[in-house]
């Protein structure tokens, strides 16, 4: 991304994709280093940086992203540390008590969490479509399946479509969510 001195690039949609051109070519993107040569604040590429984000079309590192497609496929990270995210699980699903609506965010900590729900009368919003298929077998589950742009590397759904089918719905819990276990 070449840097022009004293012009800002004020449009999103132009910021966003000259993130993306610069994602793609292997450069590093680093929240400072972007600010500097859009001419806009750190927040204004934050903001950015987590919509795109959001799309699916990179991944948030501390202090800047990585193209979506570098993250590991969801099986992998499924089986890494799989007796932790059990654990974490287990514990988790003993805190949501029935007939609850609850909401899983994506995630293969909060796919170990699910499989501690069958049999249990619930209400389960998510975006997860490993979610969707680990709890659609169970007749006690109702899901409620958030729309979006399907993030294939992550077996989600992303993006407004997502953001806007949440409105309706007011959980009694914060939904669960965990990344790293």
């Known amino acids: 991304m070449a840097v022009i001195p004293g012009v800002k ?18 450069e590093a993107v680093q929240v400072s280093d972007l600010a500097r040569r859009l001419g806009v ?22 202090g800047g992203a990585v193209l979506a ?54 209400t389960v919003i998510t975006s997860s479509l490993a979610i969707v298929q680990e709890l659609l077998p169970d007749p006690e589950i109702e899901l409620v399946v958030l729309g979006g742009i399907v993030r294939r590397n992550y077996r989600s759904m992303v993006g407004m479509l997502a953001e806007d089918a949440l409105r309706p719905w007011t959980p009694r819990w914060p939904r669960p969510r965990s990344s790293g276990a």
């Open 41 to 62: 604040s750190q927040m204004s590429v934050r903001r950015d940086l987590a919509q795109l984000a959001r799309a699916g079309h990179l991944i948030r590192v501390h």
């Open 69 to 122: 497609e570098d993250e590991p496929p969801f099986g992998v990270i499924e089986v890494e540390r799989a007796a932790a995210k059990d654990r974490i699980g287990h514990a988790a699903a003993a805190l949501v008590e029935d007939e609850q609506t609850i909401m899983i965010d994506i995630g293969t900590t909060t796919l170990a969490f699910a499989r501690h729900l069958h049999g249990r009368p619930l």
């Open 9 to 26: 690039v004020r449009s999103a949609v132009e910021r966003q994709r000259l993130i993306m051109r610069t994602v793609r070519s292997g």
